[in-house]
């Protein structure tokens, strides 16, 4: 996906592949009842992101508006942007690497997510699965993803992100409490691979108890 | 849906609504073996339900019948309305606002209902999703469910219903032990989307096992 | 479905069910690696079944066979019977009113089946979905499914089930040890309400541990 | 399927049906985020298998390559073979009886096989389903499935399982701690069998929590 001379028929290419990456987490239970967003890098500065409020299994072309990496609007749309637009232009604004951001709201990441709020993280350890995430090359590796507190002030939130993001060593996603699981990507493949990967290492996490 | 002006064909769009909701509600295994119900708003004083014993994963639009909402049939019918269409007329009469109602009955339904009867009720809180419930607009608003004790008789259970809501603040939803749970909205979208989210909730609260 | 008068043009159309049914059981979890067994009754002493060995996620019209209700085949055929036929027989022998036997073999049942094996039965009390049940109205019946030890000897397993029923009130179904469920029906469309239900239940015994 | 006589027909054939299983395994949650691989024979010293890192839910024709039984591509390819060709090499030197092998990397042998590692081995005792293993004709027989440690040196990891087949008798299958199951069968349709066995037996074993 080029970052560069974006154009109507860039956008739509990208905005159907982000409405089946919506629907197939949607067929998994991960976005129930109009949670989860979607986002691609369609330029430097814009990117095209789920609308809010809408189900995320049956999205339609309009149902994805373009807004520029400070969340605003960059045209006239048939929607308002995903109320969590500012998490994403975090992680577009931090790096040019970013292609692609998902947020899914799992069983799993909801309880797990729960569970360790007050520790502050998630340590996923000994999973062959991990090396599906970019960088990471052997099970041997630790996946840590912090929690953070959930909160309505969604700017709040994308603050305590860049400032952890900032004082931490690189991290492959986070989780909210009680609220799901953010990663991102190179592009659009990839973060779905994010997804599924972290997603399943969450499920065992939740099936082991291992995580008190 | 206009609640006014009810003619052959919203009769008809309704029940096709109707249909497909029960449809998907049956294929996350939410309506086992021709359990659950469910009813749209066709006008003041008339709804559309599901008539009684049916396959909810294999309705056709005979399956669909019309009553007033004291629960008699408006006219000749090839089925008998629902045996818990009491408790759909309850709500409907109970309010306006109220377009639509949905009976599931759910493992997770079944099972916290039948964990909680003696206490009385179901609390879920600080999850995310409890937004997708009209009128919640935080996490940390708390979603309590009532548990009903289970009874073949459904006119004294409507008249328990009848009675909490009197009594108490407003509420989202509610559960009778061993046999799921009862939700609302202004129209089919809405509902849908309540059942989506509580369901979610309760399948988080019984995988914390958070509730004894 | 008549009992007399049994054509060709019968045979087909049971066997379009049979292998309904078991496409329906093995796409939820019920059938694995060719497990399971279905049958329906086609004459006072015939009886449509599936051959054994074949996957029940994708049988055809010639993996279902005909037998009398002593197991033997009626005719010449392109596979043998399942080598559960006796258990089936039994139960078409005992009563006219058995249209269609079921063997299903979920996750739960065989959970269960072990956990119970001991004891002897597993009970499933207060559940309103019970009332899916041929002849249950209320969920304060409590549904006893006894509990058999396991066998190679089918003929001894068959003996051992006919012996229970006679001496003991009526059931709407059984399980083996580490093998799953038996249930029947009058007709294809009771039965796999029965399975249904059935299964539900057992899943929600499972999630309750409450079944020691 | 025959091990003389190898087309391009022959390969087209055995692709598809690797293809086949490769969703079908998918579909079921058991590859996830382009883990598992999958192999067939198509010589004596010849086998079709996955390229390394392509989504096990959507493979073409391209990602199936082929290599020899030390490892080694036969000829141009459009992908890598899996990056643990070396264990399915170890399986078809072994034995000219090895037909298909597969990997799987379930959430129930991510996590007993994590659980287990330690103990050296996963004990399925008991199952009914046991009978869908080639060879095993009573549910008295005990499946044994050693674990082998992790690591990222496959030749060193496809010793030790080699080691382990010579001074054990034979076994249907084995598990690698935190990263899942390897069977294996005459042929593809066996391989399936034994995968849906094991993996039916697995989920078991986890709900029994009796593995500890």
């Known amino acids: 996906m080029s970052a560069r001379g974006t ?10 592949e982000l409405i089946a990456l919506a629907r197939w987490c949607h067929e998994r239970g991960w976005t129930p009842a109009t949670s989860g967003n979607f986002s691609a890098r369609l330029g430097d500065e814009t990117l095209a992101i789920t ?4 189900p995320k ?10 807004v520029n990496t400070d969340g605003r609007l960059t045209g006239p749309s048939a929607g308002r942007p995903s109320a969590e637009t500012a998490l994403h232009c975090q992680l577009y604004r931090r790096s040019g690497d970013v292609g692609a951001v998902a ?3 799992s069983r799993a990441a909801t309880v797990l997510s729960r569970r360790c709020a007050q520790e ?11 090396k599906a995430l970019s960088g990471v090359t052997t099970h041997d590796d630790t996946v840590l993803l912090p929690v953070f507190v959930n909160t309505q002030d969604i700017g709040k939130l994308a603050e305590d992100v860049e400032a952890f993001m900032s004082a931490h060593p690189p991290v492959h996603g986070y989780l909210i409490a009680g609220h799901g699981l953010y990663t991102w990507g ?12 972290l997603e399943f290492m969450l499920d065992c996490a939740l099936l082991e108890g291992s995580i008190s």
């Open 120 to 130: 502050g993280y998630v340590t996923l350890a000994g999973y062959e699965v991990a």
């Open 186 to 197: 190179a592009d659009i493949v990839d973060t779905s691979r994010h997804i599924e990967a």
């Open 51 to 54: 609308a809010s409020g809408r």
């Open 57 to 66: 299994g049956a999205l339609v072309l309009s149902d994805i508006v373009v």
């Open 103 to 105: 947020h899914t709201h």
């Open 7 to 16: 154009s109507i028929s860039s956008f739509s290419s990208v905005a159907t």
